[in-house]
């Protein structure tokens, strides 16, 4: 007689579902639901299609640069730089340009060349001179601030028609920058899921030693992840530019900080190894959401902060040390 064997509960069952819930982002995304439910019943302003039109256009720079941190976060690295680059390419890009249409093309050539050579100076001091990656970006954010102010201490330059026209233009009710966001999204989930580069850029940040006895070229990938952030949060600086319609000395203030907020809000280990693009995307659209209901609220700006900074303690808390503990 054939026997059925019941398959009991255990705690050990539970915690590994809980923490699968966590890594995929499912806690960020249920803060965002509660977030846009309680912004829904409290203003009306907030549920129109004209605001949620507009907040998914407002978050397409942090989505970029978030994007740009999570795949170093996956190394095991952090870039600090990455809010400064956006402010370096958002004022070239407008100096280029100098209300001249014709050269936008150029303009936003050199933009993207500036993001790869900042992230390829950021991959080689890294990997190659095996400065942490925290003191290395820093120094490059405060290298590229100063590089900033001698170029621009005032506004500077002017976009032309096609970079004003690409930042209004709209599908129905949505942007069209937020359409090419979403490209640039799936083009990543492709990059990181279902190619060598990505198994080798979890591997990498997952166990730096297996990695290299498994044969995977350990430096490269890590250089590899600071080029392609460097990249986009330059494609992020030509989009401020085309925002602002000029070189604005302020642009990109804080982006580091709240990509870097959104990448551990959704559940990415800063050890690396861990984490998926679902629960980044959670991170971005609660920071934009939260921002976004405060201004309408009229609450103050510096709550904004204090709020952001309790998240990123949380999301600290959940996702990083309990699984580094275990």
Do not use: C
């Amino acid at each position: 007689m054939a026997t059925v064997t019941a398959r009991t509960w255990s705690p050990g069952m539970s915690r590994a579902a809980l923490e699968r819930f966590l890594a995929s982002g499912g806690v960020v995304w249920a803060l965002v639901l509660a977030l846009v439910l309680a912004s829904s019943i409290a203003s009306e302003d907030f549920r129109s299609i004209a605001n949620l039109s507009n907040v998914t256009r407002q978050a397409v720079v942090l989505s970029l640069v978030a994007l740009g941190q999570f795949v170093v976060v996956l190394t095991g690295g952090v870039d600090l730089s990455l809010g400064m680059i956006v402010r370096l390419t958002a004022i070239s890009t407008a100096i280029t340009v100098g209300g001249i249409d014709e050269r936008t093309a150029m303009a936003v050539g050199i933009a993207l060349s500036l993001g790869v050579l900042i992230g390829a100076a950021n991959g080689i001091v890294v990997t190659w001179l095996r400065v942490p990656a925290f003191i290395a970006t820093f120094g490059s954010l405060a290298i590229i601030q100063g590089i900033s102010l001698l170029i621009a201490s005032t506004p500077q330059g002017q976009t032309g028609a096609t970079l004003s026209g690409a930042w209004a233009w709209q599908v129905g009710p949505v942007y069209g920058v937020v359409l090419m966001t979403a490209v640039v999204w799936v083009a990543m989930f492709i990059a990181l899921g279902r190619t060598v580069w990505g198994r080798h850029i979890y591997a990498v940040g997952g166990d730096e030693r297996i990695a290299m006895l498994s044969g995977v070229r350990v430096r490269a990938v890590r250089s590899s992840a600071f080029i392609v952030a460097g990249a986009l949060a330059a494609l992020g600086g030509v989009l401020t530019a085309a925002r602002a319609g000029i070189g604005d000395p302020n642009a990109g203030s804080g982006l580091e900080f709240e990509s870097l907020a959104a990448v551990v809000i959704g559940g990415a280990s800063l050890a690396g190894g861990r984490g998926r693009l679902i629960g980044v995307l959670g991170g971005v659209v609660l920071l934009s959401v939260i921002g976004n209901v405060f201004n309408l609220v009229g609450i103050d700006v510096w709550y904004q902060q204090l709020l952001k900074g309790g998240l990123i303690l949380v999301g600290a808390a959940a996702y990083v040390g309990t699984r580094e503990r275990r």
